[in-house]
């Protein structure tokens, strides 16, 4: 049984229709990436998942409980982690409280004070900037805190929307470093991201959308041989 797995599902901002059918499924341990160009319906697929967008039509299940309909903050609880597009961290708080909020629902303070020590050594410039206001670090340090305040949840699943977007290269590397490392840790995560040449040179498996359609699916490694994918995305003739 996959981990997460989405049925035909339809997803709407108002009359515009977003989602048109998506169904795809990312099983336990992988790294399955969503490749496509802005407005493809990437992002509207990882909202649809965390529950800030509701689908009209199809199913969400998680470890095959439907989550579709629940509210944001019991997806949360149940598993659901997401590292959102442009960070949005809260930019008034200290890092400790951005950190501290990704962990408002728990109540085992022994597991959130492990989870915290394990987030501060994936990213010692925040462990150094812990009474830093958000606001006030890079944009680097920033994508870091977004995904801190996500694993603060202890997710089961992982969703990171863009998170190599405005970064420097050499901070691109190490944020996918660490997207690896926790891969390796055994954190199954749903990755969008718009340089797909990294996307798929770490993930296992990945979908490509075009206007709110998976158009086609494959391992990482078929997908950087097809031809579709090597001119759209990679850049390449």
Known sequence: ???????????????????????????????????G???????????????????REGQVFLEGEQINGLP?????SKGIGQSPEGRQIFSRLSVME???????????????KSDLDHVFRLFPRLKERRSQTGGTLSGGEQQML??????????RVLLLDEPSMGL????????????????????????V????AKALSIANRGYVMETGRIVLSDEASKLQE?????KAYLGED
């Open 193 to 196: 991201e718009q340089n797909a």
């Open 72 to 76: 944001a903050h019991i997806i949360v």
């Open 98 to 112: 951005n950190l501290e909020m990704g962990a408002y629902s728990r109540k085992d303070k022994e597991g959130i």
């Open 226 to 230: 097809s031809e579709l994918v090597r």
């Open 1 to 35: 049984m996959p981990i997460l797995e989405l049925k035909d599902v339809h997803s709407y901002y108002g009359h515009i229709h977003a989602l048109k059918g998506i169904s795809l499924t990312v099983e336990q341990g992988e790294i399955v990436t969503l490749i």
């Open 168 to 191: 420097a290269p050499v901070l691109v590397e190490t944020i996918f470093e660490i997207i690896r490392d926790l891969n390796k840790e055994g954190v199954t995560i749903l990755l």
């Open 37 to 55: 160009a802005n407005g493809a319906g990437k992002t509207s697929t990882l909202r649809t998942i965390s529950g800030l967008l509701h689908p």
């Open 146 to 155: 977004a995904m801190g305040r996500a694993l603060m949840t202890r997710p």
